[in-house]
């Protein structure tokens, strides 16, 4: 057993999986001898040599692109997009291309890549490096998202992410990186996608969240534990598509739920798991579905206070759910 | 002496100096031949609404051929784009593929029927899926040279567009790709100078896209676009230089499209007749027939038999697919994902 950061944890499964797999490399921009520039890939250009880790011109489409190409002729690339924020010129590679591989070609060509991206805000990275973009790529069929959240899920799904014959969005909360730690096992595992994670039990109301929410929603559910009130969490860990057989399981057991989430709220991940749980555990709710989310305006904004003002933390996620305890 | 006479004459003829036998350019000739006469058929379809949509190669036949017969097939890459009908034909799709597509019938190999016609793909063929937002193939290309030079086989990649696809960012960025790691992929453009309606003086400032090579640190070839023995000798060398591991290449071969861009579009709201005409002059087609009756592999008689057996073939194809099946309606439902093995 290990105890590993979340940053640790990615470096330490990109390099057990290269060793495992002589077809993964990774590209990017600075992940050669710089390691990247929050260093998930420390070591790795000295392990494995710059053939397998690749420093990419500072062009995103095509280090999208290049990974298809690759990923079509049989390798397994990781594409690391330096922040979410800069995925844009991306999209049309990553959603008309990679997302519809397999469909177009009935099957017969397939797109295995991994693309990692570090993305969230609360770490002074204003508009253009704080972005939530899951709710954006999560809409697309034949992509998966997966936003982990702890080094546990981390070191499985990345594992897994780098079996699929599919390709992946990996988001990792940039801030999580240094502030969470837990523990590995060392034995192999895999988590599978698709299959959400119960993260605290309990029978008086259901909290959704992901990502940095996740542990802001966890911290909330002590405190109000506190009061006697029992929270259940809830981290869906794959955003598309969503394990919702665990979602209704515990909303229908609890008859309550709150969905937390970083990205803005106006059809994001909230209003979707929100009409899942309307339409088909609609007698079993005991109140509204509410939703804690980043407000509706273009980004999170640099100057500290307006920062604070997007992000969703421990403070409003527990109002919401003594109000929703309450109803 | 008779021997260097012989050699003398030998060396005149272009596709013997070009190291083609004689069955080998007749072959050249029946794929630009039945492609065509497939392409014309696919139109002939459309205009009673018995096919939705077509969009035709017609012109490029000499461009393509020259430039697939150049890679070894099913060995070698290939991602085109949808004006590549004679460049799938030269790499072994059939002509019922393409019919079947064209009607959007069941068992079409290149998606069952997913995607509008000439949207090719075939993975026996190593012949990759293509989309038809233009462009996007050129850096997937450079990514199927890289994982080439990554496992160091001797393989090439062939990737073909329009010379309007070299306005759109992807295509800057695959080639910078592709000189920067020294990749094995070759780089066709057929510049038939219209983008659906604007041309190329429209879409850049300098006279030839080859010119835009330097800025990659990669050759850049012109080459006649209407000659087929041009472009395979340009493409013979190009694929060269990539199986060496020299790199990459952009040919540039100047053709032109004497057809509207679609069975959607009107060409007659943006060109003249005129120029139309002058251009079906150096039809490539008629260049490849002339040159083939010079050097004593054809005659009348031969063109008037070959002709007839493309229609057999293409009759055979246009049948075929009008009686295929549909494919039901909820295969639609089907390979979005894969089975997950973990």
């Known amino acids: 057993m290990a105890t590993l950061t979340n940053i640790e944890a990615i470096t330490r499964t990109l390099a057990e999986e290269m060793r495992r797999d002589p077809n993964i490399f990774i590209t990017g921009e600075d992940v050669g001898v710089r390691g990247g520039v929050f260093r998930a890939t420390k070591g790795l250009i000295e392990e494995f040599g710059e053939s397998r880790v690749v420093d990419a011109p500072l062009a995103e489409s095509s280090i999208v692109a290049v990974g298809i190409g690759a990923a079509v002729y049989g390798l397994r690339p990781v594409s690391e997009i330096q922040f979410a924020d800069f995925i844009a010129p991306a999209f049309n590679q990553i959603v008309n291309e990679a997302a519809k591989m397999r469909y177009r070609s009935n099957g017969t060509w397939t797109c295995p890549l991994v693309m990692r991206a570090p993305y969230g805000g609360g770490i002074s990275g204003g508009l253009y490096h704080s972005q939530s973009i899951e709710a954006t790529y999560a809409h697309i069929p034949g992509l998966y998202v997966v936003a982990p959240a702890t080094p546990y899920d981390i070191v499985g799904m990345l594992r897994h992410a780098l079996r699929v014959d599919d390709p992946v969005l990996f988001l990792e909360h940039k801030k999580t990186y240094r502030l969470i730690k837990g523990e590995v096992p060392d034995t192999y595992y895999t988590i599978p996608f698709g299959k959400a994670d119960v993260k605290r039990v309990g029978s008086d109301l259901t909290v959704i969240a992901y990502g940095l929410m996740l542990h802001h929603a966890l911290d909330a559910a002590e405190r109000v534990a506190r009061d006697g009130i029992s929270v259940e969490v809830i981290d869906p860990r794959t955003l598309n598509p969503l394990d919702k057989d665990t979602l209704l399981e515990s909303v229908k057991k609890t008859g309550k739920a709150l969905i937390i989430h970083e990205d803005n709220l106006t059809l994001g991940l909230g209003a979707e798991i929100a009409a899942i749980i309307a339409s088909e555990a609609f007698e079993w709710l005991d109140a509204p579905v509410m939703r804690v989310a980043g407000p509706d305006i273009p980004a999170v904004p640099f100057s500290p206070p307006m920062q604070d003002f997007f992000m969703p933390n421990v403070d409003k996620i527990e109002n919401a759910i003594r109000k929703l305890g309450a109803y | ?342």
């Open chain 2, 1 to 342: 002496m008779a021997t260097q006479v012989a050699e003398k004459i030998a060396l005149e003829i272009t596709h013997r100096a070009l190291g083609l036998s004689d069955d080998q350019v007749l072959e050249m000739y029946w794929a630009m031949l039945l492609a065509r006469r497939l392409d014309e058929r696919m139109w002939i379809l459309h205009r009673p609404h018995l096919v939705a949509f077509h969009i035709s190669g017609i012109g490029h036949e000499a461009a393509q051929v020259g430039a697939a017969f150049a890679l070894k097939r099913g060995y070698d890459y290939a991602h085109p784009y949808y004006r590549d009908m004679a460049t799938v034909l030269t790499l072994g799709m059939t002509p019922r593929d393409l019919m079947l597509a064209l009607f959007g019938r069941q068992g079409e190999p290149s998606s069952n029927g997913r995607q509008m016609p000439s949207h090719f793909g075939s993975r026996a063929l190593n012949i990759v899926s293509g989309s038809s937002p233009v462009a996007t193939q050129i850096p997937q290309a450079a990514g199927i040279a890289f994982a080439i030079k990554y496992k160091k086989t001797d393989q090439v990649v062939l990737t073909c567009f329009g010379e309007g696809s070299t306005a759109e960012g992807d295509f800057h960025e695959g080639l910078n790709w592709a000189g920067i790691h020294t990749l094995p992929v070759i780089f066709l453009c057929q510049n038939n100078q219209y983008a659906i309606s604007v041309p190329a003086a429209k879409q850049m400032a300098v006279p030839n896209v080859a010119d835009r090579a330097r800025a990659y640190g990669i050759p850049g070839v012109i080459v006649d676009g209407n000659d087929v023995l041009d472009v395979y000798g340009a493409m013979r060398d190009a694929v060269a230089r990539a199986r060496r591991g020299q790199g990459a290449t952009l040919i540039e071969a100047k053709t032109y499209r004497p057809v509207p861009h679609s069975s959607d579009d009107d060409d007659r709201t943006y060109r003249s007749r005129a120029e139309v005409e002058e251009w079906k002059k150096r039809d490539p087609i008629l260049r490849m027939q002339e040159y083939l009756t010079r050097v004593n592999l054809l005659n009348a008689q031969k063109i008037v038999e070959s002709d007839a057996r493309a229609k057999q073939v293409v009759d055979d194809a246009d049948e075929f697919a009008r009686n295929a099946p549909y494919p039901p309606a909820e295969a639609a439902l089907g390979n979005v994902w894969g089975q997950v093995k973990s």
